[in-house]
């Protein structure tokens, strides 16, 4: 059966290149492919929609989505736990409706995720660093909120308190954002697409997690996966790892 795919954002990098993965793929067909100001009635035929757009605009084409029973994958980043409540309200009448939201759709950057929470209760001191092409909308990424997120998590669980830091004196941002006691530093450069670092330290070692998108083709499966998996999963789905097979 094939499946039909909306893409909202679909003149930005990533949401033109969903629209080249979806064309692709055996299964699945483009049926409206949108930007802003244009008429989402278009969406009409679409089963799953896509949505890489802007963390101002997700909630509004998310309404939008489930009001008109569409099942949405959706890359956007800025989703705070408010935010995420919100959805879980929106979705509440509509049992059969399915929303899949991914930090990150690449490969390796969910299993980074997934060792750096496996490494968090053996190293009570972690630090993040994330480095994207300079016309990123956000900082911190969403991947590495996500991660911070993940390590905190893990931390509870093992009952591992924040490792001490000594520093006193320093400038404003020196030592990055504090995301759930995790600091988190965000590089901005021409030249790089998506990047980050999960930096550990215990008595005597350091352990480090990378993984680079060398191009945004890095997210596709993930987010064709996303689109196949979403009709089968209803209500709100958080993150790619909760989806693979791990
Ligand atoms: N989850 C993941 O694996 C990934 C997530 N992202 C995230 O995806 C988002 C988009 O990233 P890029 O493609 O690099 O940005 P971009 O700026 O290249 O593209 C965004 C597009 O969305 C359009 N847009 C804005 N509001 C809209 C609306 N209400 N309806 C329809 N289209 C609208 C813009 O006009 C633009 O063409 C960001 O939040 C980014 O962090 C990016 C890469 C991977
Ligand atoms: O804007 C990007 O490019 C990316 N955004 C996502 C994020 O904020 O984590 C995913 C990936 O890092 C690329």
Redesign the pocket.
Known sequence: MTINVGVLGARG??GATVVKAVENAGDMKVVAALDAGDDFAALADAQVVVDFTHPEAVMGNLKYLVEHDIHAVV?T?GFSEERLAQLRALLAPKPSLGVLIA??F?LG?VLAMRFAAQAAKFYASAEII?L??NR???AP????A?TARMIAEARAEAGVTPGPDATTSELDGARGASVEEVRVHSVRLPGL??H?EILFGGEGETLTIRHD?LDRTS?MPGVLLGVREVLKRPGLTVGLENVLDL
């Open positions: 990098r990533m890359g980043t930090p990150n690449a950057a994330e994207h092409h990123k909308a956000d990424s969403g991947t590495a996500h697409v998506a980050e998108s997210f």
